[in-house]
Nanobody, 125 residues
């Protein structure tokens, strides 16, 4: 059974940085496509950044390109999201998930599963 546990969220001022972590169990990170998603109040869950299984190819939402970096530590089974130059519109609960077997559609939340409990990120002065 695949499980994710997200951590690292918090309150940060605009322009600040945070690093989110996602501890995975029940899968190997280089054997599955995984990604970070977020959901703000009243909005649908949206894809933020994804990384493919073997090649480790990364895909980012336009809104975070150049500011966020997704990475993984296969030995530690941990996925990371480094977030720089944070903006108020980045405020959301951030989740990690794994792609449905055989259906890797980057940033498309309906093609991902095994969501963790999420970690809250609030960007405010």
């Amino acid at each position: 059974q695949v499980q994710f546990v997200e951590s690292g969220g918090g309150l940060v001022q605009p322009g600040g940085s945070l690093t989110l972590s996602c501890a995975a169990s029940g899968l190997t990170l280089n054997g599955s496509a995984v990604g970070w998603f977020r959901q703000a109040p009243g909005k649908q869950r949206e894809g933020v950044a994804c990384i493919s299984s073997r090649a480790g190819t990364t895909v980012y939402a336009d809104s975070v390109k150049g500011r966020f970096t997704i990475s993984r530590d296969n030995s530690q089974k941990t996925l990371y999201l480094q977030m720089n130059n944070l903006r108020p519109e980045d405020t959301a609960v951030y989740y990690c998930g794994s792609a449905l077997p055989g259906f890797y559609v980057p940033l498309a939340s309906s093609f991902f599963t095994s969501w963790g409990q999420g970690t809250q990120v609030t960007v405010s002065s």
